[in-house]
């Protein structure tokens, strides 16, 4: 990654290092405390790195639907439309609603069996949970504080905790405090 910045003349950029694996959501949530320490404002655009889109224009014009939708406190996520009843993907259910290129989130799935993700693919509703957001960094951990605290609680340590070294900010190791899972 500091390879690659330094290829397209990214200066100064901020990586974290997460000393053991944990789930997504301490590590979504240490890059927006990390955020806020920058800025107050800040909004994070979340991506996962084994992703391939084939359509970039159409991915630049969800991104600048979802920064809009941001600027109001929400956050979002971008669904993909399902091409077969997969079973290696959540789901979201989605409002028939349109508003402004957006609509309502009503139910998440997390990968179901395949007699439910073929309902889902006939329901025309749901989407493949892509796992990309965009958010107001506040506006996630404000969330995340009402919903899962103790998650905030042990980043917010490991976060302030942390050590510089070159290009890498290093979050301390927290084994001793077990993170919650929250199902959303």
Partial sequence: MA?????????NPTILLEPIGRNTAPAIAAAA????KDSEDS??????????????????????????????GKLATFGIVPTD????????KSSKENSNGTHKVEEFVEKP???TAEFYLEQGSYLWNSGMFMF???????????HAPSIVTS??????????????????????????????
């Fill in 43 to 72: 909004t994070l655009l979340v991506l996962s790195a084994d992703h391939v889109i084939q359509d970039v224009d159409a991915f630049h014009k969800a991104i600048n639907i979802a920064s809009q939708q941001t600027q109001s």
């Fill in 3 to 11: 390879e690659q910045c330094q290829q397209i003349d990214i200066k």
């Fill in 155 to 184: 980043v917010n340590n490991a976060v302030n905790n942390a050590t510089q070294d070159l290009d890498f900010i290093r979050l301390e190791n927290q084994t001793n405090e077990p993170l919650e899972i929250i199902e959303v």
């Fill in 113 to 115: 069996d395949l007699k």
């Fill in 136 to 146: 107001q960094a506040r506006s996630f951990i404000d969330e995340l504080t009402t």
């Fill in 33 to 36: 405390l990390q955020s806020l």
């Fill in 85 to 92: 009843a997969n079973t290696g993907y959540g789901y979201i």
